[in-house]
């Protein structure tokens, strides 16, 4: 029981990084800053892909991946190589919250 716990709570830690990465990314003003929470959010997200006993399945850390460019075509981590950040929306990286919205129900109400 208590690694199962761990798991939910690490599980948990990751995907809330990975949504304030995407909070902070959308209200940025700089492209630095706006690359920077990016890119952070992109590997919490790609993390939270291995946790086979996880609330979001690989396939939904993949789609929520998608969203913002990753390559359809390669699950594996060489899917990043098509993702030009500079051209990422805050339209997709809302896309992005949502899947993980749909997997923690009640995140896009916290303020982080």
């Known amino acids: 029981a208590a690694v ?4 939910l709570y690490t599980e948990i830690g990751l995907a809330t990084a990975a ?4 909070n902070d990314a959308i209200a940025d003003v ?3 800053d706006k690359i920077h929470h990016l890119s952070e959010a992109l590997a919490f997200i790609y993390a939270l892909s291995f946790n ?3 609330r979001l399945s690989a396939t939904q850390a993949h789609a929520a991946l998608q969203t913002m460019g990753w390559d359809t075509n390669k699950p594996s981590l060489e899917g990043v190589y098509s993702i030009n950040l500079w051209e990422v929306t805050d ?6 919250k949502s899947i993980l919205n749909q997997a923690y129900p009640g995140f ?5």
Do not use: V
């Not at 199962?4 to 798991?7: T, V």
């Not at 896009?108 to 982080?112: K, L, P, S, V």
């Open 30 to 32: 700089t492209d630095a």
């Open 52 to 54: 086979s006993d996880g």
């Open 4 to 7: 199962a716990d761990i798991k």
């Open 108 to 112: 896009g109400e916290i303020q982080f």
């Open 19 to 22: 949504y304030d990465y995407l």
């Open 91 to 96: 339209a997709q990286m809302e896309s992005s």
